[in-house]
Nanobody
Framework: QVQLVESGGGLVQAGASLRLSCTAS????????MGWFRQAPGKEREFVAH????????YYADSVKGRFTISRDNAKNTVYLQMNSLKPEDTAVYYC??????????????WGKGTLVTVSS
């Protein structure tokens, strides 16, 4: 079992930056592919970014490419999502997810409870 706890959400103005953190407890963190997803009000949950177990490979949704950066610190059991140039359409609950397999998208085994990001115009 892996427990995931997100933090760092909040209310910001358009153009601002936020850094989300997700800390894992339980099994060996470095053995898990980590991802960030988000769900806006009235919309389905969507992929944002993911990072390989070593941190050497990262992937982004087109909507956040160039503005968001995913990274991980395996020594701290933490994955980060640095979000710059935030837009109102980035408003959503952001979820951290983990899986011991290579990237499996929405079928990841473990999920946090989410942290709310609200971007005002």
């Amino acid at each position: 079992q892996v427990q995931l706890v997100e933090s760092g959400g909040g209310l910001v103005q358009a153009g601002a930056s936020l850094r989300l953190s997700c800390t894992a407890s339980g099994r060996t963190f470095s053995g898990y592919t980590m991802g960030w997803f988000r769900q806006a009000p009235g919309k389905e949950r969507e992929f944002v970014a993911h990072v390989s177990r070593s941190g050497g490979s990262t992937y982004y949704a087109d909507s956040v490419k160039g503005r968001f950066t995913i990274s991980r610190d395996n020594a701290k059991n933490t994955v980060y999502l640095q979000m710059n140039s935030l837009k109102p359409e980035d408003t959503a609950v952001y979820y951290c997810a983990a899986d011991p397999r290579p990237w499996v998208g929405q079928r990841m085994d473990y999920w946090g409870k989410g942290t709310l990001v609200t971007v005002s115009s």
